[in-house]
């Protein structure tokens, strides 16, 4: 449903599950393997598993798209990587760092909830300091999906693998506590159905085929790769997005990509139910409750929101099918710029600006918090 979304990931539980089993003798260390696979890898207390959850993460491991995104796109030039052009980053840090946005983008705000650094990017290890590496890496990687999004990017399975021959080369892994993957999908493959087909009820045919992916990989997160708790967020109500409200100047929403929205949100938490009934391993973190409080056609931005402009983009295209950043052969901008991205909710045509993520964050920092202390 949109051309070119972010999402992120992160995920890093087995350290804490090995450290564990180091410290037991062989009786014991059976009992423990057995009571892990009748748990289906839950810990049932902090104790003893070189981790006591204390509403922090020692690391975060991130996988998704271009919502989590902080520099693993490659830069492919301008128009196919806009994210590497200005005016992106022109809030923060002042300059494009690959993040799809203003300034600071999801990741960014999931790390400050857990109290550490924003993980470094996949793609920007090398240079950047060891204490930092032992936070956790990020990646996400915008255009990916579940499944195949003709964006020829590490889909969620992929990601997954390079964080497990990542971790397999870190040498101190058993100093690892309380690790947290965080898992963000936010559309893309449902963007690519929608496009191919030209419509939105063939992506919405698609859900239970990315749904039933994204359930594999968060069971995989869980069993195979030991993860003891994982965030995975939902999807925003997309049909607010600039990309449908544009054909609309701006007034209202489509409420088809709305409700398949809402329809892969009701799948998913399901999924997360039938995995995990306490609640122990799996935070759903739910974005589109507050995206709608202030996106929604029923907010207008006159005096109701803290957005003046709820669903124009700050950077707009001057051309519907262009884009922000665009320049013409004389490096002349096809863009209009707004004066102040703080007034915007979204940046460009799918992604928010800093400020609608600061916003957002406030919402789920508590139960980021809540979550990461039992
Ligand atoms: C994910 O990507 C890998 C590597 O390109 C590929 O082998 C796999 O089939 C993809 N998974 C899905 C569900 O599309
Ligand atoms: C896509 O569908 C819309 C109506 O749903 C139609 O107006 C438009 O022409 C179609 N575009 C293509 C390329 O088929
Ligand atoms: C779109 O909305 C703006 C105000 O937000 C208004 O000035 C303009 O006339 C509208 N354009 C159309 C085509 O309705
Ligand atoms: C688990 O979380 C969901 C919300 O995602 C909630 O509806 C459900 O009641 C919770 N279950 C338990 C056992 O706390």
Not at 89 to 103: A, M, Y
Request: a neutral charge; glycine letters at 10%.
């Amino acid at each position: 449903m949109d051309r070119r979304r972010l999402a992120p990931a992160a995920t890093m539980a087995l350290l804490c599950l090995a450290a564990a089993l180091l410290a037991l003798s062989p009786a014991a260390e059976a009992a423990a393997v057995a009571e892990e696979q009748r748990t289906g890898g839950k810990h049932t207390s902090g104790s003893g598993g070189g981790c006591a959850w204390s509403g922090k993460a020692s690391s975060v491991w991130v996988f998704g798209d271009s919502y989590a995104d902080t520099g693993n796109l490659g830069d492919l030039g301008r128009e196919l990587t806009h994210a590497w052009y200005d005016p992106y980053g022109v809030t923060f840090p002042g300059r494009p760092t690959g993040r799809f946005s203003d300034g600071r983008v999801l990741t960014d705000f999931i790390a400050g909830a857990m109290g550490i650094p924003t993980p470094v990017a996949y793609k920007l290890r090398r240079g950047a300091a060891a204490g930092l590496l032992s936070r956790g890496m990020n990646f996400a990687v915008g255009g990916s999906g579940v499944l195949d999004t003709g964006y020829l990017q590490r889909n969620i399975s992929a990601q997954i693998d390079l964080f497990q021959g990542q971790r397999a080369a870190a040498a101190d892994n058993a100093k690892r506590g309380c690790d947290v993957a965080v898992v963000v999908v936010s559309g893309n493959d449902y963007a690519y159905v929608a496009d191919k087909d030209n419509s939105t009820s063939a992506a919405i045919a698609y859900i239970p085929t990315v749904v039933r992916g994204l359930r594999e990989q968060l069971r995989r997160l869980r069993d195979e790769v030991g993860m003891r708790k994982v965030v995975v967020t939902n999807l925003h109500p997309m049909g607010c997005t600039p990309l449908f409200t544009r054909p609309l100047n701006y007034t209202g929403c489509d409420a088809l990509a709305n409700a398949g929205a809402a329809q892969h949100n009701a799948a998913l938490q399901s999924v997360l139910a039938a995995l995990d009934p306490t609640n122990a391993t799996f935070l759903l973190l739910d974005l589109n409750a507050p995206f709608a409080a202030h996106v929604s056609d029923s907010v207008s931005g006159a005096g109701d929101s803290r957005f003046a402009e709820p669903r124009r983009p700050c950077c707009e295209s001057f051309a519907a099918d262009g884009y922000c950043g665009q320049q013409d052969d004389g490096g002349k901008r096809m863009y209009a710029l707004c004066a102040d991205p703080a007034k915007h909710f979204y940046w460009d045509d799918v992604h928010p600006t800093q400020a609608a993520w600061a916003a957002v964050a406030e919402s789920f920092r508590p139960k980021i918090q809540e979550f990461l202390s039992a």
